[in-house]
Structure formats: C-alpha cells, structure tokens
C-alpha cells in the first residue's frame, strides 16, 4: 500500500500530465537545473528568524517549530495584512520568535482555548484591519486543534509527539494529519514542512527526510514561472498578474501546486538533489526584489 509521499507524488504527476492551464516545459529542466546553487546550499533554520536551542530548551524548539508551522499560511491575505511585497511568513515567525525567546512557549492548555484576539496578539497583527481578523481567526483555531492533540495524546509534550514520529518524517506529517487544518490532499505542504523544519531545528531526525516532496505553496510555482519552467494559459496568467484571487481547490489553482511539485522532482532526477534541498533554493531565490515585485497566485486558504 502506497504511503502519504507516494501518493502526493502520483497525485501531482497525474494532475500536471493532464492539466488544461498550466504547463512544465520539460526541455528546459535540464538547463534549468544547472543554473540552481544546489551544492552549496544546505537548508537551515534561520536563528534570528527562528527560535532554535536545541540543546538548552528541546522541548521550547520543538514548541516552537510546531506552533509557527500550525500557523505557517496566509499568503492570500499577507497583501492586505503586510503590503504586497513585504514577507508575512517573516512577520508572523520573527514575532513568534520573539514572544518565545521573552515569554518561553505557550502551554497547550492557553494554546487550546486561545481565540482571535489572542492570535493577534502573537503575531503583532493589527486587530483593526478585516483581513488580519479573518486570518487569525483561523490561526486561533489551527493553534487550539494543536494545544488540544499535543494536551490529549502527549501529555503537553511537543517532543512525545515527535518521538511519536518513530525517526520518519512521513509518519509524522500523519500525525499532523489528524488536524482539520493539516489536511490538504494531496500536496500535505504544511505536514511535511513541519518535519523538515523539526528536523532543521536539531530536535528530529528523520531517516526518510530526502523523500519528502517539494512544499506547495504559491511562491515555488512563481519562481518557476518567472524561470520560464511553468507557463499558465493567458487568461489565467493575466487574472493573477492583476492580482485577482484564485478559489481555493479550484482547477487552476490545483494545477499549479501540482506543476510545481512535480517540477521539482524532475529536477531532482537531473540533478539527483532531494526535493526539499531543490525547494529551500528555490524559496530563496523568490526572496530577491525581481521575484517579489511581481504578482503570485493568491488564494484564502489555510494551506499555505
């Protein structure tokens, strides 16, 4: 029986094989893939951006790794919230970071009954603002289904639901699974960032960590666009560079998660580089002004 990562894998493939309004230009991978620092840049954890004391405070690393990644979505309404070029992954994790470093981390009973207001108050997110009330509406409820599972099956342990984990990064986005706002077949983009970054974070180690696939958000797909790897049919590439919202699940915006996903394994299998080593370049890549000037896909969900 196929795992979670086969089967996101296959999913992927399937949906870009037959897309109708996107496509991967296959002939350019190979060229493409030459262009990327993939020796000489090894994923990490920024500790600034981060909390990460792996040594002194396992248990707050793990705390924290879990409860940013909860909350690690947003980018349909970042715009609104943050301004269109500014990081809101950067905001919400800095802040987070912060509150840790001064407060240490939140306990999971505060964590399950924290309510918008107190989301906001995390993040530093302006309470006025109709956007940001929306969104950390749904961050109170992903941190209250996280204060809950970590309460009632590990104790108010976040290091006992890693070693939950047994050492595999799949069997812990399963774990994550469990909550209603993990749940995004068939990609699971959050579930398996959460292992990569525990992982990078020095409190895991997961012997299948190279199987993970890349993480689809929607920045991965706008740097390959931008790189001339993904092109959109007009009508749809003219409605996000205008900045028009894409629904959640909808075709299209399936089609590009998946495109992206399996564009990076066919750079993997050039390059012989793991998905998540090929997805931390790319990420980067979309952090230079030229990428974040333009337009990426939006859409409100809490997938990413």
């Known amino acids: 029986m196929a795992g979670l990562l086969d089967e996101a894998r296959a999913a992927c493939a399937a949906i870009a094989s037959d897309a109708l309004y996107v496509r991967i230009d296959a002939e350019r991978i190979g060229t493409y893939a030459r262009t990327l620092p993939l020796v000489n840049a090894p994923p990490t954890l920024d500790p600034v951006l981060h909390y990460v004391e792996p040594e002194h405070d396992p248990e707050g690393t793990a705390a924290f790794v879990l409860t940013l990644d909860a909350i690690n979505f947003g980018s349909g309404w970042f715009p609104e919230i943050v301004g269109p070029t500014a990081s809101g992954y950067t905001a919400v994790a ?51 289904d996280l204060g809950i599972l970590v309460e009632e099956a ?13 050492g595999s990064a799949e069997r812990l986005a399963g774990i994550l699974r469990r909550m209603p706002l993990f749940e995004d077949p068939p990609f699971y983009k959050r579930a398996q960032i959460a292992a990569a970054d ?8 997961f012997a299948d960590l190279e199987r993970l696939t890349a993480f689809a958000d929607n920045l991965l797909p706008h740097v390959l666009r931008h790189d001339g790897v993904l092109s959109y049919a007009p009508d749809l590439a003219a409605r996000i560079d205008r900045g028009e919202p894409l629904p959640a699940g ?55």
């Open 94 to 144: 800095g802040r987070l970071a912060a509150r840790f470093r001064e407060r240490g981390a939140l306990p999971t009973d505060r964590l399950a009954t924290l309510d918008a207001a107190g989301a906001a108050e995390l993040i530093g997110f302006e309470a006025g603002n109709a956007a940001a009330a929306e969104l950390t509406g749904l961050y109170a409820r992903a941190l209250n």
């Open 250 to 304: 909808s075709r299209e915006e399936m089609e590009i998660r998946a495109a992206a996903v399996h564009a990076v394994e066919l750079i993997a299998a050039v390059t012989g580089t793991p998905p998540m080593r090929i997805d931390h370049v790319l990420w980067h890549r979309g952090q230079q002004p030229e990428y974040r000037a333009k337009p990426r896909h939006r859409t409100k969900t809490a997938f990413y």
């Open 154 to 166: 590990y104790g108010g342990r976040f290091l006992a639901l890693v070693e939950d984990a047994g």
């Open 198 to 205: 525990l992982d990078l974070a020095g409190v895991a180690r």
